[in-house]
């Protein structure tokens, strides 16, 4: 890219960080420093506002760069990933939503502790939520580092590892200084943001075919490669039976696994009631599933106008699609529209990234302070002294995301984020539906379900071709693959329902009614909730 683009890259990218560090400056200075101030912003959050924030935390890198990257590839099979993300939003709202809200107080692990013993469920809630929130970090900053690449013509790569320890700094500072109010904040922001320009560049590519969509299928398809079969299923998940069984893997990923990511379920404890959960839902489905259409047409845009080979050659993975897309859009290269439309693009994914990490960030640390630490500690924790442990914290899975991202700087972030989901859906998806609609479920069969799901999930990744054995793996000269399917929802997703159910039945322990009848009565009517 030439010294023009980065310029007003760079600049725009320094405003937005500039209004979001005063945000949080603004925010530090007004907080009274309790824990339902940083866990939950106080609770004051309409669901207007709750639901730009969801969408904001739920649009993230994965989204706006990954996607659009792997349908610009792979044509169909890259849209698995916009349906997948989208239709588990029923899931949320239909399971979730209200429930969490009335049953928990800021993390997943006070609505299981609200009938179990609370130390072993809190410590295996806790351990889930941080693995789940580091690999979902490690996708946006890889996006971090490949918007870099583009920008400064794919030779910086020291631009590039400074760039990822620069985002994990600033969501530190976010985290660390505004809590949960000024992450809602400059998640609404952002996501107001991330709209915009995805409207923006989604209309310019209808304008360019006419508006005529099948147009847009057709150039897309002739110059893919492939012909038709861009547009048929079987591309990438075609073939043999691995690479079907992938692709049911990743769809049972990707279905279930939002209902169990933790930053998104600490969003519900942002609103006052459930009511304003549901709501907040409702409003984050409409968002977020305009948006998950538009990535459709952008990456078939890309493949029509930027062309396949172009966009591997820029990032094998397929990450900046859409920032080339917005180049040609405007003009080209050397075209003033190009370099203005470039940089808008790139500026608002950086944001994007920002935000993001600093939702992800806030709900591990809330995840290591509030059930980590208090369950660790042989007296209960002052609140204020689990906020200082969260900040610590944010220091800590920074430093963690920080340095898996350099590592995995060549994954395609969609990718990656399919991982995390099936990691959530393994392990804080089986639990959380147990507690809630299950009379009989112990505190046995609720760590059972945590670790039945969460170290099969992480085990069978190390040995699957992500890690070692291919071009694309994080390790590509070894070859330790004894896992055939790159994502390993398909096995670990019913292991984890079945460590549940085999925990309770052979437990010693009988189930406590009485709380889990307080416990519907409280999920169903609200009564009792914090």
């Known amino acids: 890219m ?26 530090s ?64 709202l239909f399971l979730v939503a209200e429930l969490v809200r009335n049953c928990g107080r800021f993390t997943l692990a006070d609505v299981v502790a609200a009938r179990m013993r609370e130390r072993p469920v809190r410590i295996a809630a806790g351990t889930s939520s941080v693995t789940v929130s580091v690999l979902y970090l490690v996708a946006q900053m890889v996006g971090a580092g490949s918007l870099v690449a583009l920008l400064l013509g794919g030779t910086g790569e020291a631009a590039r590892a400074w760039t990822v320890v620069g985002v994990g700094a600033l969501m530190v500072v976010y985290v660390s200084l505004g809590g ?85 379920l600490s969003r519900f404890y942002t609103v006052p009631t459930a009511r304003a959960a549901r709501r907040s839902t409702v409003w984050a489905i409409a968002l977020i599933g305009g948006f998950y259409l538009m990535t459709i047409v952008l990456g078939f845009g890309a493949a029509a106008l930027v062309g396949p080979d172009a966009v591997r050659q820029s990032n094998a993975a397929g990450n900046t699609a859409v920032p080339l897309l917005a180049l040609d859009l405007g003009g080209g290269p050397d075209s003033t529209g190009g370099t203005v439309l470039f940089a808008v693009v790139a500026a608002v994914a ?137 994502n390993p929802g398909l096995v670990s997703i019913p292991l984890g329902f079945v460590a549940g159910w085999l925990g309770t039945v052979t437990s010693a322990e009988p189930a406590d009614r009485a709380k889990h009848a307080e416990t519907e009565v409280r999920a169903l009517t609200g009564a009792g909730a914090v």
């Open 180 to 264: 949960m109010r000024a992450t809602t904040w400059i998640q609404i922001v952002k996501a107001v943001l991330l709209l915009g320009g995805t409207l923006a560049l989604t209309a310019l590519v209808l304008v360019r075919f006419h508006g005529d969509f099948n147009q847009l299928l057709l150039s897309a398809a002739g110059r893919s490669g492939h012909g038709e079969a861009f547009l048929a299923p079987g591309l990438k998940y075609g073939g043999d039976w691995t690479a079907r069984l992938d692709f049911i893997s990743l769809g049972l990923a990707l279905v279930l696994g939002t209902a169990g990511l933790p930053h998104i």
């Open 350 to 486: 950086f944001a994007t990234i920002l935000a993001v990490v600093a939702g992800i960030t806030l709900a591990s640390s809330a995840s290591v302070s509030h059930d980590l630490y208090a369950s660790l500690r042989r007296r209960r924790a002052k609140p204020r002294s689990e906020v200082a442990v969260a900040r610590c914290a944010a220091v800590g899975v920074g430093a963690v995301a920080i340095a898996l991202g350099l590592l995995a700087k060549d994954l395609n972030v969609a990718f990656l984020v399919g991982l995390a989901f099936a990691v959530a859906a393994s392990a804080n998806l089986p639990v959380l539906l147990y507690s809630l609609f299950w009379r009989r479920f112990t505190t046995r069969g609720a760590v059972w379900a945590v670790y039945g799901g969460l170290v099969p999930a992480v085990l069978l990744v190390l040995v699957s071709p992500v890690v070692s054995g291919g071009p694309g793996a994080l390790f590509p000269d070894a070859d330790f693959r004894y896992f055939p399917l790159q």
């Open 29 to 92: 200075r007004h907080r009274r420093g309790s824990a339902e101030e940083f866990y939950a912003g106080g609770r004051l959050f309409s669901p207007l506002e709750n639901g730009f924030a969801i969408a904001g935390d739920y649009m993230s890198a994965a989204s706006f760069l990954g996607i659009s990257g792997l349908i610009a590839l792979y044509g169909y099979d890259g849209m698995l990933y916009s349906v997948g993300f989208l239709v588990a939003w029923l899931v949320v």
């Open 2 to 27: 030439t010294e023009e683009h980065q310029t007003l890259a760079l600049a725009l990218f320094s405003c937005f960080v500039a209004v979001t560090l005063g945000i949080t400056t603004w925010v």
